[in-house]
Nanobody, 124 residues
C-alpha cells in the first residue's frame, strides 16, 4: 500500500519561502495525481495544489496561485511544493495525498492515500 511522508515544514518569517517534499514508498507515484492540502486550526482541510500523473496539468487554489509551485520527480518518487511570499494566512499543517483516479481535482474526497502532515508556521 502506498505510503506518503511529508517534510520541509518549519517556522518562516512573512515573505519567506519553504519547499515541502512528499516522498512515496511501497509503490510508484507514476500513475497517481498528487495533491497538497492544508488545514489550519478550526478550519476545514482545503486543497492547495495538485499535479496530474504525468505532469500534464497543475492546478492551484486562488489563495496560492502565483506564489506556490508544484512539481514532481517520478524518478525520485517525490512531489514538491515550493512556497514563496508566505504570509501568516499560510500557517497550517500541510498534507500530501495521492489520487489513483488522476481526477486532477482539489477536492479531498478524490484522494485515497494521505501523509501525516508537516507544520508550516509563518510568523515574525
Amino acid at each position: 500500500q502506498l505510503q506518503l511522508v511529508e517534510s520541509g515544514g518549519g517556522l518562516v518569517q512573512p515573505g519567506g519561502s519553504l519547499r515541502l517534499s512528499c516522498v512515496a514508498s511501497r509503490a510508484t507515484l507514476d500513475y497517481y495525481a498528487i495533491g497538497w492540502f492544508r488545514q489550519a486550526p478550526g478550519k476545514e482541510r482545503e486543497g492547495v495544489s495538485c499535479i496530474s500523473a504525468r505532469s500534464v496539468g497543475t492546478y492551484y487554489s486562488d489563495s496560492v496561485k502565483g506564489r506556490f509551485t508544484i512539481s514532481r520527480d517520478n524518478a525520485k518518487n517525490t512531489v514538491y511544493l515550493q512556497m514563496n511570499s508566505l504570509t501568516p494566512e499560510d500557517t497550517a499543517v500541510y498534507y500530501c495525498a495521492a489520487d489513483p483516479t488522476n481526477a486532477r481535482t482539489l477536492s479531498r474526497w478524490s484522494y485515497s492515500y494521505w501523509g501525516q502532515g508537516t507544520q508550516v508556521t509563518v510568523s515574525s
